[in-house]
């Protein structure tokens, strides 16, 4: 009885497993390339599975244009430094990121530097 309770833990561990590691894919993104942008902050969800900046960023004619940046989870952001408070609405800020496929106005996040601070690491 005891094995097979220790089987069936280690089955069901091996399931959930899965399902935790699908949602990290970043498949979507230009991971072997590296942008820069610098925008105002336009809005900041502090939320898991991972922290979204937004941002208006500027065009070629000037237009300016929301970009919606994916960040890490908030137990690996805190682990780095930061805090809910570090990025706000309103800070204009410059970041190296990775650029969607399809070229549309998204990012995967490596580094953020905020006003007055050095770039760092925003995965």
């Known amino acids: 009885m005891f094995k097979r309770s220790i089987c069936l833990a280690a089955v069901a561990a091996l399931a959930m497993s899965g399902a935790a590691w699908a949602h990290h894919s970043h498949a979507n993104y230009k ?12 809005e900041v969800h502090w939320m898991n599975p991972h ?11 000037g237009v ?6 994916e960040g ?12 809910k408070e570090s990025v706000k ?9 990775h650029h ?3 070229n549309s106005d998204g990012c995967l996040l490596g580094f953020l530097t905020t006003p007055g601070s050095a770039p ?3 995965d």
């Open 100 to 102: 969607l496929k399809d």
């Open 120 to 122: 760092k690491e925003f």
């Open 64 to 69: 300016a244009k929301t970009w919606a940046l």
């Open 89 to 97: 609405v309103g800070d204009t800020i410059q970041v190296r990121c």
């Open 51 to 61: 922290v979204w900046v937004y941002m208006e960023v500027p065009d070629a004619a």
């Open 31 to 42: 991971t072997n390339e590296w942008m820069n942008l610098s925008g105002k902050v336009t």
């Open 72 to 83: 890490g989870s908030i137990g690996a952001l805190i682990r780095g430094g930061w805090t």
